[in-house]
């Protein structure tokens, strides 16, 4: 209970979380997890998951102690332990046999397998087990948001990004967008795609930019897998798109609508193409994230870059959990120029989604404003 959770297992809690976000980018499908071990408040060791298929955070701190006798000590984890074998054994053993006596945790784990069983057995095995609630626990909630979102619905986690001007335009009335976005504000979005599990744009997008969707920033190896939805099959087979591959993972969403021989072509290209149903854009954008979520390895995390048209579908199908827009110091005008998101949309102001947290930051000449539009 939050009562037993005192001032200094606040201040070790937080620790481990921090801790957890270490695993940026390098331990999907898994979560983010952080874990400080400590006795009387003095640190004995701490760790986080490094990479998907390494050791979990509560071994990683275990093995940071360098053999200290942890009897009596308390291990302060940002999610749940896992009480299952995996890749990795179930580090309720590994707590356990060290002797711990204590655990303190920040979040839940919700999947099927995990979901209180894990601090069921701790406490079958005369562990002391406290549970985090108020700002950490949320906190530690927040930052396993992509996780989360698989776990309960089998789809990816949506942060939909877009660029803007101060009158809400994202191109002229001609369809000129690049760029709208201060040279700072493009370097953010690159290592946000390295953030995530995949990129995705609509078909108008690749053909107007013919974009990589990589990330180019120095010292980062990992590239997501970029996705088009693209209905028809039109992707150009001398796009960028197509010319990364194999080496780059690309997966083009196409409906039933495509023609076989373009389909066949993409696929000979190296493309994984997914065939979606639905009898609208966004019943088919649901379907499409379904399938996402059930590739192996999962796409848990996603970022939306474009164009407005998908925006919208992703927007009416209720799919977009996050929005960074940044808005620059320009005025564009035009009555037919384009908005971030098209779409259905609200029909009365009453029915508008409105955002659990918004806030506001410069990023050069930029602001860059995030609002979270979902917890999981």
């Known amino acids: 209970m939050e009562s037993s959770v005192s ?3 606040q201040k070790l809690l937080a620790k481990a979380i921090e801790l957890g976000r270490k695993g940026i980018g390098n331990v999907s499908p898994n979560p983010q997890v952080g874990a400080v071990i400590a006795r009387d408040g003095e640190i004995l060791g701490e760790g986080w998951h490094e990479r998907f298929g390494g050791p979990h955070a509560e071994v990683n701190a275990i093995a940071d102690c360098g053999g200290v006798d942890l009897h009596g000590a308390t291990l302060y984890v940002s999610l749940e332990p896992c009480c299952h074998q995996g890749q990795q054994p179930p580090c309720t053993d590994a707590i356990t046999a060290a002797g711990i006596a204590r655990v303190v945790v920040a979040s839940d784990d919700p999947t099927e397998k995990a979901s209180g069983r894990g601090l069921g057995i701790l406490r079958d095995e005369g562990v ?19 996780f989360r979102k698989h776990a309960r619905s089998g789809k990816p986690w949506v942060l939909f990004k877009s660029a803007m001007s101060i009158d809400g335009k994202v191109a002229t009335r001609e369809g000129d967008s690049q760029w709208i ?43 997501p897998r970029r996705i088009v939805f693209d209905s028809d099959g039109r992707l150009p087979l001398d796009s960028q798109l197509v010319a990364g591959t194999p080496e ?34 966004p019943l088919r954008v ?47 005008g035009g009555a037919t120029a384009r908005d971030p998101l098209e779409g259905m949309g609200a029909t009365l102001i009453a029915d508008a989604t409105r955002a659990l947290s ?14 979270r539009l979902r917890e999981w």
């Open 181 to 223: 976005s201060d040279a700072s504000s493009r370097e953010l979005v690159h290592l946000w795609r390295a953030e995530v599990d995949a990129v995705a744009v609509g078909i108008g997008t690749a053909m107007a930019d013919d974009p990589q969707l990589t990330v180019r920033t120095p010292g980062v190896e990992f590239q």
């Open 358 to 371: 918004l806030t506001a930051e410069p990023v050069a000449d930029d602001i860059l404003i995030t609002a």
């Open 7 to 9: 001032t200094r297992d």
């Open 286 to 332: 649901s379907d499409a994230l379904t399938q996402l979520g059930n590739l192996d390895p999962p796409v848990t995390a996603l970022l939306l870059e474009g164009g407005p048209h998908l925006a919208g579908a992703f927007f009416d199908a209720g799919e977009i959990d996050e929005i960074r827009l940044f808005v620059a110091p320009l005025v564009l």
């Open 248 to 281: 780059l993972e690309l997966i083009v969403i196409v409906t039933r609508a495509a023609p076989r021989s373009a389909v066949e072509a993409l696929e000979s290209a190296g493309a994984e193409v997914i065939v979606v149903s639905g009898e609208n854009e």
């Open 128 to 146: 002391e087990v406290e549970v985090a609630s108020g700002e950490l626990a949320a906190t530690a909630r927040l930052e396993n948001q992509a």
